[in-house]
């Protein structure tokens, strides 16, 4: 996941599928708070658990990013 904070739009690439504690470090929170964030969408993960893209895509949105899949050929960290 990388990130563009001086873009105005902040975004952010997003894997199908990542864990939690990576999604956290991507958008600059703590995994307790990605966490508690699950929790308000009915979603009980660990820091190491996996989410799929539209559930991630909804917690960026949440702190301010606009989340997108890589484009062809991006490797994303």
């Known amino acids: 996941m990388t990130t563009a904070r001086s873009d105005p739009g902040r975004r ?3 894997l199908d599928r990542m ?3 990576d999604l956290a470090r ?3 929170l703590r995994p307790f708070q ?3 964030d699950l929790i308000e969408l009915k979603q009980f993960k ?4 996996e989410i799929d893209f539209e559930t991630a ?3 960026a949105r949440k702190h301010g990013y606009r ?7 991006v490797l994303v960290l």
């Not at 660990?46 to 658990?49: A, N």
């Not at 989340?67 to 050929?73: Q, S, T, V």
């Open 12 to 14: 952010i690439y997003l």
């Open 46 to 49: 660990q820091p190491d658990e």
């Open 67 to 73: 989340p997108e899949k890589p484009p062809p050929g």
């Open 19 to 21: 864990p939690v504690r």
């Open 26 to 28: 991507a958008i600059g």
């Open 34 to 36: 990605v966490v508690a």
């Open 57 to 59: 895509s909804r917690i």
